[in-house]
Structure formats: structure tokens, C-alpha cells
């Protein structure tokens, strides 16, 4: 009864590859969101869907490109891999639109290692 | 733009010890403030949350009050516990449009026996 589960949770990888990690809600929320935390643990948002929709898109590499290919789903594709990249991505979710006093809730997180 | 300043960590206390995080927000308007919890390995979980000034968010025996004169959010615990180490987040929620959640960088509550 995972509520925002998130595949792989490690992805080791060489420099220059392409790689997805994927992201599933089964809370019936609308708003999906991408972030990455760096090794001293600092959050950053990358992307936000709101039913298929992109809302937010944060100053991010290109080689970035999520895609929501429904309300539940939030996937993110990394083209060409950098050492900078390594890092843990987080996928969340939330009950949104116009109403922001709705907490969000976290997947464990997929573990990306640069190789 | 909004933004979310925590005290820096690691923050290191013996069990039972008083607990107390900063946290002060700059916002255009009146958000929703929050704080999360990460534990090792695991993604942010919600703590507790305030909508509105002077509200007080509690959980699990930690406690935070929304002060919009002071414009902070602190988090408190009575007595601390070993299983409360983890990472804490302040964070807060703007008004205007559909949700843009800014965090803090998170400060690191270690915990000894």
C-alpha cells in the first residue's frame, strides 16, 4: 500500500548514459513533483505537474525531460549522464491547485551514481 | 522571492535533552509553514504544520507555532529520544498560485544514549 513509490531506489551508471527513473501515486493526488538532494542533504525542486500539466520548471540541465503520461504517474529521463548529476531525486506528490496549506508526501528516493 | 533560513547542524544532544530548531521565513504573503523529517535512507516525511499566524502544529511530542511578527516557525521537543535522529526541514507554502513548497537546507539532530 506504497503511497508514492518511486523504481530504481540505486541506479549506478556510467558517464554519458541515458537513464529514467520512474514515479507512481496511488493517493488520487494531482500534483507531482521532481527534486533532487545534493550530499549535504540540500533540496531542490526540478519540476511540478498538476494533472499532466507542467507548472513548475526550475532552472534545470535540458538533458532533463520528465513526462506525466497520466495524473498518477511522474517519470523523469536523464540524457548523457555528468559526474554532477549524482545525487538522490526524490519524486512527491500532493493535493495542490490553489491550495497550498496540503503537505506533501515523499517517495524513499532513487540513489543515482555516476560513475 | 520566499525564502527559508534554518539554524545550521549538526545539532548533537544527550537523550531527554530539550530540543529546539530555528527557523525564519521571508514570503510576500501569508503561507502555510510546515516541518519534515528525513530519516536515514528515506524520503521527507511531514512533522507538523501551521496555515495560519499564531497556529501551533504538534506531533509526536514536537511542537512548532506559527509567529508572523517574528516571522519564524521553531520546532520544539521536551525530551528528546535516540529515534529522533534524522534530518529536520522548515518549510513553507505560498498562496499564489498552485503549490511551490521553498525548504530550508535541513539541519541534522543527532541524538546520543
Known amino acids: 500500500d506504497t503511497a508514492v513509490s518511486q523504481t530504481p531506489k540505486y541506479l549506478v551508471t556510467q558517464m554519458g548514459n541515458d537513464k529514467s527513473i520512474k514515479c507512481e501515486q496511488n493517493?488520487?493526488?494531482?500534483?507531482m513533483y521532481w527534486y533532487k538532494q545534493d550530499s549535504k542533504k540540500f533540496l531542490k525542486i526540478m519540476f511540478s505537474?498538476?494533472?499532466?500539466?507542467?507548472?513548475i520548471n526550475e532552472t534545470v540541465p535540458n538533458r532533463f525531460s520528465p513526462k506525466s503520461p497520466d495524473k498518477a504517474h511522474l517519470n523523469l529521463h536523464i540524457n548523457s549522464l555528468e559526474l554532477g548529476d549524482s545525487a538522490v531525486y526524490f519524486c512527491?506528490?500532493?493535493?495542490?491547485?490553489?491550495?497550498?496549506?496540503?503537505?506533501?508526501?515523499f517517495g524513499d528516493g532513487t540513489r543515482l551514481s555516476i560513475l | 522571492g520566499d525564502s527559508v533560513t534554518q539554524m545550521e547542524g549538526p545539532v548533537t544532544l544527550s537523550e531527554e535533552a530539550f530540543l529546539t530548531i530555528n527557523c525564519t521565513y521571508t514570503?510576500?504573503?501569508?503561507?502555510?509553514l510546515f516541518w519534515y523529517v528525513q530519516y536515514p535512507g528515506e524520503g521527507l516525511q511531514l512533522l507538523l504544520k501551521?496555515?495560519?499566524?499564531?497556529d501551533k502544529g504538534s506531533n509526536k511530542g514536537f511542537e512548532a507555532t506559527y509567529r508572523k511578527e517574528t516571522t519564524s516557525f521553531h520546532l520544539e521537543k521536551g525530551s528528546v529520544q535516540v529515534s529522533d535522529s534524522a534530518v529536520y526541514f522548515c518549510?513553507?507554502?505560498?498562496?499564489?498560485?498552485?503549490?511551490?513548497?521553498?525548504f530550508g537546507t535541513g539541519t541534522k539532530l543527532q541524538v546520543i544514549p
Open positions: 518549510a513553507l507554502s505560498d498562496h499564489g498560485g498552485y503549490q511551490k513548497v521553498t
Open positions: 512527491a506528490s500532493s493535493l495542490a491547485g490553489l491550495n497550498s496549506n496540503q503537505p506533501q508526501h
Open positions: 493517493l488520487g493526488h494531482d500534483t
Open positions: 514570503a510576500t504573503g501569508y503561507p502555510s
Open positions: 501551521a496555515t495560519k499566524a499564531d
Open positions: 505537474y498538476n494533472n499532466k500539466e507542467l507548472i
